[in-house]
């Protein structure tokens, strides 16, 4: 047999036993398509579209999963009402949401400190306390009975203490005014003859406006002026005392969470935490420009509420929230677990940021 018969044959059998192999089946990724539904309306920059909002945070796991994970995002009223999702997360009917944990005080009063809390951290150290102070897996310890997962997805940082209809000079100013505040701050000015409203954002104007309420707190000078606020009240002041960080609360049902392969969990997580910084990023560099505008265009009479308001306001936090957590066990063990880290903190804080800002 010649040489080149030999190689023909040798090739064929070789071609032919690969031929003959059995073919290997690769099965298919799963896919997933949820829904996400949302506490703000329709077009809110930071709460529904623009960087790091609730919007590109769906087509960011989108993109990162190679769409293996769709998300389809509703605003409030387009599929339930503005504050009705923790319910329809719970029960399953959609699988995320878009909030602030204190608007669900009503259900789990300790779920007010994933937020913020008055005269608390700031959001530096609310994110340490979240991510490497055992924040996150409090918060999910709290939320797991109620079939919920929860993180971080956004931050608006230190927000302005509202817009009034006449000065604030003194602490006896608040008794009797009705005025728009969620969250422990809203406790806090009960305690001082505040009538607390909790209204959701596109309710606030008209209220305001037409003097339903005397007093509102929002966001900052960016997010207030684009809701107009200004149009209806000219005191404008400061200190952030009430939340000196913002937390937006991505909410997840548990059982759809624990459907997400691995690899899908740590793509939402990433995306929950590039919104995070993004968010807060974006926030800062839009409201100087519009407080700027605010004052010299408009007329608003901005600046910090008094020195001796400030220290009663103080005075009178630590008292509600002492009251609230000797009333509920779990919002005892948030508390302390909140404060221990914000005293760990703190004292780092006073020889970095503190000192920095101080020059």
């Known amino acids: 047999m010649s040489l080149n018969r030999r190689k023909f044959l040798s090739g064929a059998a070789v071609s032919g036993a690969i031929l003959g192999a059995p073919a290997i089946v690769r099965a298919e990724p799963r896919t997933f398509s949820w829904k996400m539904t949302n506490a703000y309306g329709p077009g809110a ?4 579209q623009g960087p790091g909002s609730p919007t590109d945070f769906c087509k960011k796991v989108e993109t990162m999963s190679g769409g293996r994970l769709k998300i389809q995002h509703f605003a409030a009223g387009e599929l339930i009402p503005a504050l009705e999702g923790f319910d329809a997360v ?10 602030n944990a204190y608007f669900w005080a009503g259900k789990i ?6 937020t913020t809390v008055p005269f608390g951290m700031n959001t530096q150290g609310m994110n340490a306390w979240m991510y490497h102070g055992g924040g996150i897996e409090l918060w999910n310890e709290i939320y797991a009975e109620h079939g919920l997962v929860a993180m971080p997805m956004g931050n608006t940082g230190t927000q302005m203490t509202g817009w009034f209809r006449k000065p604030i000079t003194r602490i006896e100013d608040f008794d009797g005014l009705k005025m728009r ?8 000015y009960a305690q001082l003859g505040v009538a607390v409203r909790l209204l959701p954002g596109g309710e606030i104007f008209p209220a305001l406006e037409r003097g339903v309420i005397d007093a509102a707190e929002f966001v900052g000078p960016f997010q207030d002026r684009r809701m107009g606020l200004h149009k209806a009240a000219s005191y404008y002041y400061t200190t ?6 913002n937390v937006t609360e991505l909410m997840i049902n548990k059982k759809a969470w624990e459907s997400l392969p691995p690899d899908l969990q740590a793509i939402v997580k990433a995306a929950a935490a590039a919104c995070n910084v993004e968010s807060h990023a974006w926030c800062e560099s839009v409201n100087a420009d519009a407080l700027e505008d605010l004052v010299t265009h408009f007329g608003v009479k901005a600046g910090p509420l008094p020195d001796p308001v400030i220290v009663k306001l103080k005075e009178v936090t630590g008292d509600t929230l002492s009251s609230l957590a000797a009333a509920d066990p779990t919002t005892r063990k948030v508390h302390d677990a909140f404060f221990a880290f914000r005293q760990k903190h703190g004292a780092w804080a006073a020889v970095s ?6 020059l």
């Open 90 to 99: 719970s029960k399953g009917l959609v699988e995320m949401n878009a909030a």
């Open 181 to 188: 505040i969620p969250g422990l701050a809203g406790k806090v």
């Open 353 to 358: 940021e503190k000192a920095f800002l101080s």
């Open 109 to 114: 009063p300790a779920a007010q400190y994933f």
């Open 45 to 48: 920059p930071f709460y529904v």
């Open 240 to 245: 952030g005392w009430h939340e000196p960080t």
